[in-house]
């Protein structure tokens, strides 16, 4: 079945850089779209990027736009978030999921970002 | 953007009673391909979030027939019909239509009475 495991989470100054990971198993990684969604401590979901199978189509929300990357590496079925300019308020649970339908259907376990002085 | 509301924000219930969760958009989520991507997303305590329901009425395989919805264009509808101590968590609908960005709503939080 499918699996999602998310790392590279940790404690992190702001204005420092973090990049995440998320390892995929379980389907054909290469075929299928990827997002990033975020949760605060306590709060709601916050969709945060997508990228398409194949790299060519990234989105983007507006709070992360210029400072966040998305990228992928299908041979070795992984997923990345790049991180710069880290803000207090970028503190969250960083989820990857896989995309279909325009949605994020299956999810990962989540790795927390702490973004703190 | 899209801006999408629930209600009830809280919800409590009695085991084996129905629960009715109402989710509405800003814009209406008909895509230009013809369907409109809404979906419901379970959390429960402390796991990641669990897609439940696509394109508006289209339950994901495992999910129990006790959970339904429906709707259309901007209004939209979760039903529990007899909810059991495992529906316990937080329920939020999102829209796949009009995005980017993808958004999703504030989240109804389910529980026992």
């Known amino acids: 079945q499918v699996q999602l495991v998310e790392s590279g989470g940790g404690v992190v100054q702001p204005g420092r850089s973090l990049r995440l990971s998320c390892a995929a198993s379980?389907?054909?990684?290469?075929?299928?779209?990827m997002h990033w969604v975020r949760q605060a401590p306590g709060k709601g979901l916050e969709w945060v990027t997508f990228i398409s199978y194949d790299g060519n189509h990234k989105y983007y929300a507006d709070s992360v736009k210029g400072r966040f990357t998305i990228s992928r590496d299908n041979s070795k079925n992984t997923l990345y978030l790049q991180m710069n300019s880290l803000r207090p308020e970028d503190t969250a649970l960083y989820y990857c999921?896989?995309?279909?339908?325009?949605?994020?259907?299956?999810w990962g376990q989540g790795t927390l970002v702490t973004v703190s002085s | 953007d899209v801006v999408m509301t629930q209600s009830p924000l809280s919800l409590p219930v009695t085991p084996g009673q129905a629960a009715s969760i109402s989710c509405r958009s800003s814009q209406s989520l008909v895509d230009s391909d013809g369907n409109t991507y809404l979906s419901w997303f379970q959390q429960r305590p402390g796991q990641s979030p669990r897609r439940l329901i696509y394109k508006v009425s289209n339950r994901d395989s495992g999910v129990p027939a006790r959970f339904s919805a429906s709707g259309s264009v901007t209004d939209f509808t979760l039903i529990i019909s007899r909810v059991e101590a495992e529906d316990v968590g937080v329920y939020y609908c999102?829209?796949?239509?009009?995005?980017?960005?993808?958004?999703f709503g504030p989240g109804t939080k389910v529980d026992i009475k």
């Open positions: 999102m829209q796949g239509s009009q995005w980017p960005p993808i958004t």
């Open positions: 999921a896989r995309g279909y339908d325009h949605t994020p259907e299956s």
């Open positions: 379980g389907f054909t990684f290469s075929r299928s779209a």
